[in-house]
Nanobody, 125 residues
């Protein structure tokens, strides 16, 4: 069982920055931890993922160069630093964990087993 708790959401103006945190617990050896987001009326979108065994990250094209995933292994916290935020980044952001991730499907929600409750990010123009 893996538990995930997101925090750090809020409201920011376009061009601003925000950092979200995901505190994870349980057996996560060689898991993938992924950030997803879902805007009203839209499908859940994978934003970026990290294999915490290898510290390898991968990002969606829509956020590449603006968002950075990192983690503090001593505190079991996954971060996503979001810069140059746009109104279209407004969504509920989720942290998810999965152990048997097919690389080509690494940003698909169906690959992930455990989910946090989400934290809202609102970017105003």
């Amino acid at each position: 069982q893996v538990r995930l708790v997101e925090s750090g959401g809020g409201s920011v103006q376009a061009g601003g920055s925000l950092t979200l945190s995901c505190a994870y617990s349980g057996y996560t050896y060689n898991y993938y931890l992924c950030w997803f987001r879902q805007a009203p009326g839209k499908e859940r979108e994978g934003v970026g993922t990290m294999n915490i065994g290898a510290d390898v990250t991968s990002y969606a094209d829509s956020v590449k160069g603006r968002f950075t995933i990192s983690r503090d292994s001593t505190k079991n916290i996954l971060y996503i630093q979001m810069n140059s935020l746009k109104p279209e980044d407004t969504a509920l952001y989720y942290c998810a964990a999965g152990s048997s991730i097919r690389w080509e499907w690494k940003l698909f929600a169906s690959e992930y087993t455990y989910w946090g409750q989400g934290t809202q990010v609102t970017v105003s123009s």
